[in-house]
């Protein structure tokens, strides 16, 4: 069996005869997970992906779409076999199948090998050859499509421009001219492709071509762009009037966007960019994996450790935007771990706990993963103390923060942390986890009811977000201001409800865009419902509201607010406890009130054991961004139920 990707979705079989693999939605579910690269892909993200808009009954339809796929590819596979390609792995699937019967992972591999060992050009070769069309021809309007497109794209180009660069080195490009002319006029921008193509031509005897093509160049760059040519081509265009070009072609400086560098560069790039937003965050993030990835396949354990610990990007957020490749950076992490063994220079050892605590902060995670995490976390702390080395240790306090949430009512717990990160921070000169700092004391503030200090610490955070251009900053004081004027709504002279929901519609515009889709999805119909409940007011039920992964909680109220009450009874029976993050007293508070609302003594009393500790916080406030109102209310009327006969 052989997938092809390179071009429209296709399986073939061995003897080269086409799989019917269904309709569109089949083809998208099995190039989803060849995008996956052998991951397991959640049903939960599937369906996302699948579905801007999920129907009712995604999960179904995705499970049909995955049975035909699975008597396409294993026609002859017995009913009661287990399926060996299309497999089930914890909450989703995963397709296993060799690298090389997928044409994707070949041509990424074949040029991998190109990179490190130039005899393997004609691979390379042969492996651009295999090029159909845009990668994922056949799937539109898909995100993740659309994503993987310019991805592969991208290394399609370099793989192009090494290529050309290994056959002039060797001598043999003279009958590059015309595939390198075509690849200019269709990438104008690509510098390093005009230095190649000039020296095509120079190689062919066409040394007044060669000067003409960087010679456009450079009217090209100048006229367009505003920008001289790089050193490369100034040089080269030296060499060629001076008889002097070497057949040595200098290794392509091109940083354009998604360009494949080493595993240190690459990470180091990812680093910068993060801090960005946008498009960038989410390319940032893949991209550190992309390192992670080539630094293991080197077998260089020093290497892989400082790669995957290189990544010291302030985190905020409780939840990740990506848990598959959170988990696959932990697992590199635990595994570079065991396999330096306790004689590890202690740094090393350090980063790498710090990273398996920050990365492992998903809310699926088992009770010994969170125990591990929570344990990683300490362990690095302590290290970095030991090092006395300011950096590492506000990385690993950042850690330390992100495993603070094991349990309702932590807040003052969580200020400590950050006033000790801000305060290295300050004094080190480490402006990112400066601004990490205020941002986890303006949360802790919240959490606390605080707004006067909370608002200074924004403030402060704003300031700072300027100075180092980090513009994901005002995305979340944006959200921060909308909470604390939900909070003065309920004053006298106060904005009114209606003047606060379009500040959270404004803060709300401005997430949607940010790069942060963990954080986004389902928050803006919360903070409208904590919004209403400030006020005493039913729950929303506009049936377009998206309410993400608060739905289970949020469904009770809903359904109160609709009239149904038999059906909220039962929506609350189901409700599981909440997950560990900035929003569990939230959840908490929202299962206490429809308890309350529908007379459950037993429910009223488990939720009010759980608020107990966090009887001095905000719902919803430690997340900077919503408040439902004081828990004290929440609880009181828990347990007001709970003891009724």
């Given at each position: 069996?052989?997938?092809?990707?390179l071009g429209?979705?296709?399986?073939?079989?061995d003897?080269?005869?086409?799989?019917?693999?269904g309709?569109?939605?089949?083809?998208e579910?099995?190039?989803?997970?060849v995008?996956?690269?052998?991951?397991?892909?959640?049903?939960?993200?599937?369906v996302?992906?699948?579905w801007?808009?999920?129907?009712?009954r995604a999960?179904?339809?995705?499970?049909t779409f995955v049975?035909a796929?699975?008597?396409a590819?294993e026609?002859?596979r017995p009913?009661?076999?287990?399926?060996?390609?299309?497999?089930?792995?914890?909450?989703?699937?995963?397709?296993?199948?060799?690298?090389?019967?997928v044409?994707?992972h070949r041509f990424?591999?074949a040029?991998a090998?190109?990179?490190?060992?130039p005899?393997?050009?004609?691979?390379?070769g042969?492996?651009l050859a295999?090029?159909?069309?845009p990668?994922?021809a056949?799937?539109?309007g898909s995100?993740w499509?659309?994503?993987?497109?310019t991805?592969?794209?991208?290394?399609?180009?370099e793989?192009?421009e090494?290529?050309?660069?290994?056959l002039?080195?060797s001598?043999?490009?003279a009958d590059?001219?015309?595939?390198l002319?075509a690849?200019v006029a269709e990438?104008?921008?690509?510098e390093p492709?005009w230095?190649l193509?000039?020296?095509a031509?120079?190689?062919?005897?066409?040394?007044?071509?060669?000067l003409?093509?960087?010679r456009?160049?450079?009217?090209m760059l100048i006229?367009q762009?505003?920008?001289?040519?790089?050193?490369?081509?100034r040089?080269?265009?030296?060499d060629?009037?001076?008889g002097?070009?070497s057949?040595?072609?200098?290794?392509?400086?091109?940083?354009?966007?998604?360009?494949r560098?080493?595993?240190?560069?690459?990470?180091?790039?990812?680093?910068t960019?993060a801090?960005?937003?946008?498009?960038?965050?989410?390319?940032?993030?893949r991209?550190?994996?992309v390192a992670?990835?080539a630094?293991?396949?080197?077998?260089d354990?020093?290497?892989?450790?400082?790669i995957?610990?290189?990544y010291?990007?302030p985190?905020?957020?409780?939840?990740?935007d990506n848990p598959?490749?959170s988990?696959?950076?932990?697992a590199a992490a635990e595994?570079?771990?065991?396999?330096?063994?306790t004689?590890?220079p202690?740094?090393?050892t350090?980063?790498?706990?710090?990273?398996?605590?920050?990365e492992?902060?998903?809310?699926?995670?088992?009770g010994?993963?969170?125990?591990?995490?929570?344990?990683?976390?300490?362990?690095?702390?302590?290290?970095?103390?030991?090092?006395?080395?300011?950096?590492l240790?506000?990385?690993?306090?950042?850690g330390?923060?992100l495993?603070?949430?094991?349990r309702?009512g932590l807040?003052a717990?969580r200020?400590?942390?950050?006033?000790?990160?801000?305060d290295?921070?300050?004094?080190?000169?480490?402006?990112?986890?400066?601004?990490?700092?205020r941002?986890v004391?303006?949360?802790s503030?919240?959490?606390l009811?605080?707004l006067?200090?909370a608002?200074?610490?924004?403030q402060e955070?704003?300031?700072?977000?300027?100075?180092?251009?980090?513009?994901?900053?005002s995305?979340?004081?944006?959200?921060f201001r909308a909470?604390?004027?939900a909070?003065?709504?309920?004053?006298?002279g106060?904005?009114?409800?209606?003047t606060?929901?379009?500040?959270?519609?404004?803060?709300?515009?401005?997430?949607r865009?940010?790069?942060?889709p963990?954080?986004?999805?389902?928050l803006?119909?919360?903070?409208?419902?904590?919004l209403?409940?400030?006020?005493?007011?039913?729950?929303p039920t506009?049936?377009h509201?998206?309410?993400?992964?608060y739905r289970?909680?949020?469904?009770p109220?809903v359904?109160?607010?609709?009239?149904?009450?038999?059906?909220?009874?039962?929506?609350?029976?189901e409700v599981p406890?909440p997950p560990?993050?900035?929003?569990?007293?939230?959840?908490?508070?929202?299962?206490a009130?429809?308890?309350?609302?529908?007379d459950?003594?037993?429910?009223?009393?488990?939720?009010?054991s759980?608020?107990r500790?966090?009887?001095?916080?905000?719902?919803g406030?430690a997340?900077?961004m919503?408040?439902?109102?004081?828990?004290?209310?929440?609880?009181a009327?828990?347990?007001?139920c709970?003891?009724?006969?």
């Open positions: 069996m052989r997938i092809d990707v429209a979705v296709r399986a073939l079989h003897d080269g005869a086409l799989v019917d693999l309709g569109p939605r089949h083809r579910v099995l190039g989803r997970l995008a996956a690269e052998g991951r397991m892909v959640t049903t939960e993200t599937l996302n992906d699948l801007a808009d999920p129907p009712a999960v179904g339809a995705l499970r049975a796929l699975r008597r590819l026609p002859d009913p009661r076999d287990q399926p060996r390609m299309l497999v089930t792995e914890g909450p989703g699937y995963a397709l296993r199948l060799p690298r090389e019967d044409d994707a990424q591999d040029l090998r190109a990179r490190s060992t005899d393997t050009v004609t691979d390379l042969e492996a295999a090029w159909r069309g990668a994922y056949d799937v539109t995100a499509a659309q994503r993987e497109r991805r592969l794209e991208e290394l399609r180009l793989g192009v090494l290529r050309a660069r290994l002039l080195r001598g043999d490009g590059l001219v015309a595939e002319g690849h990438h104008p921008w690509r492709a230095g193509l000039a020296r031509l120079h190689h062919a005897g066409r040394q007044a071509d060669a003409s093509t960087l456009r160049a450079r009217t006229d762009l505003g920008l001289d040519p790089g050193a490369e081509l040089r080269l265009e030296s060629i009037l001076n002097t070009v057949l040595e072609v200098a290794r392509t400086t091109w940083a354009g966007h998604g360009v560098l080493g595993p240190r560069t690459t990470v180091d790039l990812a680093r960019l801090l960005a937003g946008g498009d960038a965050l989410v390319h940032s993030r991209d550190r994996l992670v990835q630094a293991e396949r080197t077998g354990l020093s290497l892989t450790a400082r995957i610990g290189a010291d990007v985190a905020l957020w409780s939840g990740s598959e490749q988990r696959a950076v932990v595994r570079t771990l065991t396999a330096l063994g004689g590890a202690t740094d090393l350090a980063r790498l706990l710090a990273t398996i605590a920050v492992s902060r998903s809310a699926d995670l088992s010994a993963e969170l125990k591990r995490a929570h344990e990683a976390a300490h362990q690095a702390e302590a290290l970095a103390r030991d090092l006395a080395d300011p950096a240790l506000a990385f690993a306090l950042n330390v923060f495993q603070s949430f094991t309702p807040a717990e200020d400590r942390v950050g006033a000790e990160i801000l290295l921070a300050t004094r080190h000169g480490l402006p990112n986890f400066a601004i990490l700092g941002l004391r303006l949360q503030a919240s959490a009811g605080d006067d200090v608002t200074a610490h924004a955070a704003d300031q700072l977000a300027a100075t180092i251009e980090s513009p994901l900053v995305v979340l004081t944006r959200w909470r604390a004027m909070a003065r709504s309920t004053e006298p106060g904005p009114t409800a209606a606060t929901a379009a500040h959270y519609r404004a803060a709300e515009d401005a997430l865009t940010a790069g942060m963990g954080l986004h999805r389902g803006f119909p919360l903070a409208l419902l904590g209403r409940l400030l006020h005493n007011r039913p729950a506009d049936p509201l998206d309410w993400g992964p289970p909680w949020t469904r109220h359904l109160l607010a609709q009239h149904r009450d038999k059906e909220a009874r039962t929506a609350l029976a406890d560990h993050g900035h929003l569990q007293e939230a959840m908490w508070c929202l299962i009130r429809a308890a309350v609302r529908l459950e003594h037993g429910i009223a009393a488990h939720a009010a759980f608020l500790d966090a009887h001095a916080e905000h719902a406030a997340s900077g919503l408040t439902l109102g004081p828990v004290a209310q929440y609880l009327e828990a347990e007001g709970a003891a009724r006969p």
